[in-house]
């Protein structure tokens, strides 16, 4: 059975031969480890880039890749605003695009589509898709609409209006919305399978449950619907502790709901058990990148463990890892769910 078979019974919440393992997004660690920053990818062939991300993933043994993580901002230039590369990790977002009298402005979303970098990261997606898609799911990523909006009305200002003018915040959303999807277009066009919807924003360390029902979840569904009315998966992952919303991801169109170090696996098994697939909870930073291939083999079974019996489940860290993670404990990630069949044996333990 192939990754892509396996990944897809997971979600139909059909036992699997073995557990299956992914990174999430991971678009950074890729090229960096490859000697690339993401200015730089941007500036290599499409053919060049799938190369880069398929021969990496040769060395991890994931079940999906991501073509075009790490790029999310992306959206904000092509809408006209101004981003900065890092030397390691992801742009950052200048300044909003939604000031002064931004409600009458007409800032046209489809525009993204015309941005050299979105043109270049979907044509590597249908390289990839067209390479490695017969066995691997190939996906890609944004953000969702409450961050992605966020990042275009101003983070803090979205926060506080959330309080003094809700008017304003549905109007940023909308645009959010439009802009988060006409970006993914090209992707879902070049054949991707899995869209993930990244909401750090809307975690519940930031907002509160009902806050997320009323300005989060019916952007995320909004999307969502559209992106499955082309038969392509969504992942959604919320950053932070999301337990007291979990029952609400299933509502969001949700195929797989990836979740923090911050929430317990346990939980989401009993809140999403036969509702959803559920991913994570792998701490990027205090395990991924940290310990030493044994320590996060171990660590990786306890999140079996967390996880309980039952289809459903991917290891997978509970957030985007690190440029500095060494390929070694991804490797020890990977092979960890490799030697583990849900309901079957447990994962193998350390010898002496």
């Known amino acids: 059975?192939?990754?892509?078979?396996?990944?897809?019974?997971?979600?139909?919440?059909?036992?699997?031969?073995?557990?299956?393992?992914?990174?999430?997004?991971?678009?950074?660690?890729?090229?960096?480890r490859n000697g690339l920053t993401l200015e730089q990818a941007l500036n290599v062939s499409p053919e060049r880039f799938a190369e880069v991300v398929a021969q990496t993933n040769e060395l991890a043994g994931c079940d999906m890749v991501w073509p075009g993580s790490g790029y999310h901002n992306l959206a904000i230039r092509g809408a006209g605003g101004r981003i900065k590369f890092r030397v390691k990790g992801t742009p950052d977002v200048q300044e909003p695009i939604l000031r002064g009298d931004w409600a009458?402005?007409?800032l046209n979303t489809r525009r993204v589509q015309d941005d050299p970098g979105v043109r270049l990261l979907a044509n590597a997606a249908r390289i990839l898709v067209r390479q490695i898609g017969a066995h691997t799911l190939v996906g890609t990523s944004q953000w969702a609409p409450?961050?992605?909006?966020g990042l275009a009305f101003g983070v803090e200002r979205l926060m506080r209006s959330i309080h003094k003018d809700k008017p304003a915040v549905h109007a940023a959303l909308e645009f959010a919305a439009s802009l988060c999807y006409d970006y993914l277009e090209p992707f879902i066009d070049a054949g991707v399978e899995m869209i993930s919807l990244a909401d750090p924003t809307a975690s519940?360390?930031?907002i509160s449950r009902e806050q997320f029902n009323e300005f989060a979840l019916p952007y995320i569904q909004r999307v969502a619907t559209k992106i499955k009315a082309r038969g392509v998966l969504v992942t959604v992952h919320i950053c932070g502790n999301t337990t007291n919303r979990?029952?609400?991801?299933?509502v969001a169109g949700a195929d797989i709901m990836s979740v923090d170090y911050k929430v317990s696996l346990a939980d989401a098994r009993r809140i999403l058990g036969g509702k959803a697939a559920f991913a994570g909870n792998l701490n990027p930073v205090a395990i991924m990148q940290k310990l030493t291939p044994e320590g996060?083999?171990?660590?990786?079974?306890?999140?079996?463990?967390?996880?309980?019996?039952g289809p459903g489940y991917i290891l997978m860290p509970g957030c985007d890892i690190p440029p500095s993670v060494p390929l070694e404990?991804?490797?020890?990630?990977?092979?960890t769910a490799r030697g583990f069949a849900p309901g079957g044996a447990h994962p193998p333990q350390p010898t002496s």
């Open 246 to 250: 979990l029952d609400r991801i299933s």
């Open 1 to 32: 059975m192939t990754s892509k078979e396996i990944i897809h019974k997971a979600i139909r919440l059909e036992p699997t031969p073995r557990l299956p393992v992914s990174l999430l997004s991971a678009g950074a660690w890729t090229l960096n």
């Open 204 to 206: 519940g360390d930031l």
């Open 146 to 149: 409450f961050t992605l909006g």
């Open 104 to 106: 009458a402005a007409s």
């Open 296 to 309: 996060v083999a171990e660590a990786s079974r306890a999140s079996i463990a967390a996880a309980g019996p």
């Open 329 to 335: 404990n991804v490797q020890a990630m990977v092979q």
